[in-house]
């Protein structure tokens, strides 16, 4: 079974400040993972994926996560925040297997406010 | 090259009634997932439709079905409506079936039961 946890449903940073939003998840085979943003009343738009290759993604808007298997996290980073960051932010997992539907497993997600 | 879109964009129904919710997929995709985000809540996966046959199904009641049409649009239909089963319902669409096939997620529809 696949299973995804943040830590941290709200967080709050300062335009200009450092973004960090944490994701650790389980899984018995190797996983795909994946974040996404949400922005209010909207569906969900990929920032960038995982997929075995290498362990530092770079994904849109300045967006990056390092994959670390020792301590089976994916976290969200960005140097910089702007006002535009501030959404609902969602970790998931997936897996690549026979008969494998690719089903996304999600966070309960992370709501970053940004302060002016 | 239209995205994935969903219809109608908010519906409201009374407990016991039957609601039926659409997704027209991005072009080139055979592979359509529901699922279902409560308020508040992280999406989950309802099922998932590829090449018009139901290839997967979370844990959910058999009161929620599908189709999916030949040309890969697809139904989300819900019987015997709940209080529970409002929610946010997500249609994406990819490639493929596996986790290796990226999946483009619609606006969703918003379904309040009163």
């Known amino acids: 079974a696949q299973s995804v946890t943040q830590l941290g449903s709200h967080v709050s940073v300062s335009e200009g400040a450092l973004v960090l939003l944490r994701c650790n998840y389980s899984s018995s085979v190797p996983p795909y993972l994946f974040w996404y943003v949400q922005y209010p009343n909207q569906g969900l738009q990929l920032l960038l994926k995982?997929?075995?290759?290498?362990?530092l993604v770079k994904g849109i808007n300045g967006f990056e996560a390092e994959f670390k298997k020792s301590e089976t996290s994916f976290h969200l980073t960005k140097p910089s925040a702007h006002m535009s960051d501030a959404a609902e932010y969602f970790c998931a997992v997936t897996s690549v297997g026979s008969g494998n539907t690719g089903k996304l497993i999600f966070g309960q997600g992370t709501t970053l406010q940004v302060k002016p | 090259e239209t995205g994935v879109t969903q219809s109608p964009t908010h519906l409201i129904k009374t407990r016991g009634q039957q609601v039926t919710l659409r997704c027209s997929s991005q072009s080139g995709h055979n592979t359509v997932s529901w699922y279902q985000q409560a308020l508040g809540q992280g999406p989950q996966f309802i099922f998932q439709y590829y090449r018009e046959e139901e290839n997967g199904r979370g844990n959910f009641p058999p009161r929620f079905s599908g189709l999916q049409f030949p040309n890969y649009s697809s139904e989300l239909n819900v019987n015997a409506l709940e209080l529970d089963d409002s929610a946010l319902y997500l249609c994406?669409?990819?490639?493929?079936?596996?986790?290796?096939?990226?999946?483009?997620f619609g606006p969703g529809t918003r379904l309040t039961v009163l």
């Open positions: 994406a669409s990819s490639y493929g079936q596996g986790g290796i096939y990226e999946q483009f």
């Open positions: 995982y997929t075995s290759a290498a362990t």
